[in-house]
């Protein structure tokens, strides 16, 4: 997978890690993929929803030892 | 993508209250909703300046000014306040998870381009003139929310 961006937001709590997200994918063009890295378990249900509502897909997403990890396509 | 807007109406000068409202807010904002934050009575305490503003003011608006909380640092919360001890227990706890202050919340508000409104009679009421209020904000009454409120999909009263 090509990762254009990769934004960590490890340790922020809601809603900062889906505001800090929609920065980031605001600077990137359609079609260009983004790493997240989080440690708000809230963000495991919460970036999906915002990603639906916004517009962008997730591709994937997966736990590792305390930390989520998306990766987001803009659409 | 279609631009959906929400409103909230901010009563409560409470900061458990001040914090979900802006949670609310920046979220909503964040999921690229256009978002109007109207403040109105106790409301308008989040929006004052910390700092003493010399304004010309009546006895009660004096006393108002002297007993309400100046600014998010200084607001009380809704349960266990006692007397602003149970605000400033609520805000070490915080600071130790490592949550969003109010003061945070409100600067990422504007950064998101959320409109906040003060309500203009309220600030008759209480007192409150432009000068004391933080920048950036407009002044309006019912009718502004209630148009605003007819377009959106969310609308709160917190």
Known sequence: MNVDKVLDAKGLSCPMPVVRTKKAIDELKSGEILELHTTDSGA????????????????EQREENGV??????KG | MENNKSTLIV???????AIASFIIGTG???MGNQVTMF?????????????????QKSFMDK?????????????????MNFG??????????????NITTLKELIET?????IKMVACTMSMDVLGIKKEELIDGLEYAGVASYLAEANEAKVNLFI
């Open chain 2, 63 to 79: 006393m108002f000014a002297k007993l309400l909380p100046r600014g998010p640092e200084k607001l009380g919360i809704s349960k």
């Open chain 2, 39 to 55: 403040f109105t009575f106790w409301g308008l305490n989040i929006l004052r300046k910390e700092q003493y503003v010399p304004v």
């Open chain 2, 11 to 17: 009563f409560s000068g409470d900061l458990d209250k």
């Open chain 2, 28 to 30: 909503s904002a964040a």
């Open chain 2, 109 to 113: 508000a504007q950064e998101l381009d």
């Open chain 1, 68 to 73: 989520y990890k998306f990766w987001i396509q």
């Open chain 1, 44 to 59: 495991f249900s919460d970036i999906p929803a915002w990603a639906k509502t916004a517009g962008h897909q997730v591709i």
């Open chain 2, 84 to 97: 602003g001890l149970g605000a400033k227990m609520m805000k070490y706890t915080m600071k130790k998870k």
